[in-house]
């Protein structure tokens, strides 16, 4: 049962546009969230995160909006640049999850387009 | 500041031998963790580990043992490798208890 759902497994956009990826749960004892972003032949690298307080988490170009009540968040990427080329990755823990407490979804990749 | 450093990159084993990733991290982070990724898969929780000295069970442990003796090594070993077990691993450390920095990963194939 995959509690975690990224439904795209690919995504295409264009230089200088938003890229919008998408996160589904179905666990609603999840209260915080992570995105990480990876590239081929590299490791992981955490991105953003935002607890269930929240519905909204800015990084400069990144932003993650959470809507509780759908059981959905989003990463947004303004404005998209080559370098977001990768496949990212949504992960989700549970009120007092400890480190054995993360699921992840399966991916999504992004190609940005020049 | 290498971060976390994971040996070897790419290994080839048969069936029923055995081996052992290891893992290393510069940043003194407490928390360690291994996973596997799967063609198509998220990342799954192997083992992990809390601290120097201790070690728990992830979701998929089966097949697979741990040590941490010393605080910036993690250990994986496999003691009777299976087909199943063709993966990518990934090490990870964190001062928290959500994975913050990767290796770069160690592809292996059982034949």
């Known amino acids: 049962d995959q509690q975690v759902k990224q439904n795209s497994p690919s995504l295409s956009v264009q230089e200088g546009r938003i890229s919008i990826l998408n996160c589904d749960y179905t666990n609603s004892m999840f209260d915080y969230f992570l995105w990480y972003k990876k590239y081929p032949a590299e490791g992981p690298t955490f991105l953003i995160s935002i607890s269930s307080i929240k519905d909204k988490n800015e990084d400069g170009r990144f932003t993650v909006f959470l809507n509780k009540s759908a059981k959905h968040l989003s990463l947004h990427i303004v404005p998209s640049q080559p370098g977001d080329s990768a496949v990212y990755f949504c992960?989700?823990?549970?009120?007092?999850?400890?480190?054995?407490?993360?699921?992840f979804g399966k991916g999504t990749h992004l190609i940005i387009q020049p | 500041n290498a971060g976390v450093t994971q040996t070897p990159k790419f290994r080839v084993l048969k069936t029923g031998q055995s081996m052992t990733l290891l893992c290393a991290q510069d940043?003194?982070?407490?928390?360690m963790y291994w996973y596997r990724q799967d063609p198509g898969m998220g990342l799954r929780l192997i083992h992990y580990s809390v601290g120097e000295g201790t070690t728990a069970k992830g979701e998929v442990p089966d097949g697979y043992n741990v040590s941490r003796l010393k605080k910036q090594n993690f250990l994986l070993g496999l003691e009777s490798a299976a087909p199943s077990q063709t993966s990518v691993y990934f090490c990870?450390?964190?001062?928290?208890?959500?994975?913050?920095?990767f290796g770069d990963g160690t592809r292996l194939s059982i034949l």
């Open positions: 992960a989700a823990s549970e009120v007092g999850g400890g480190a054995d407490g993360l699921t």
């Open positions: 990870a450390s964190s001062y928290s208890s959500y994975p913050g920095h």
């Open positions: 940043m003194n982070h407490e928390y």
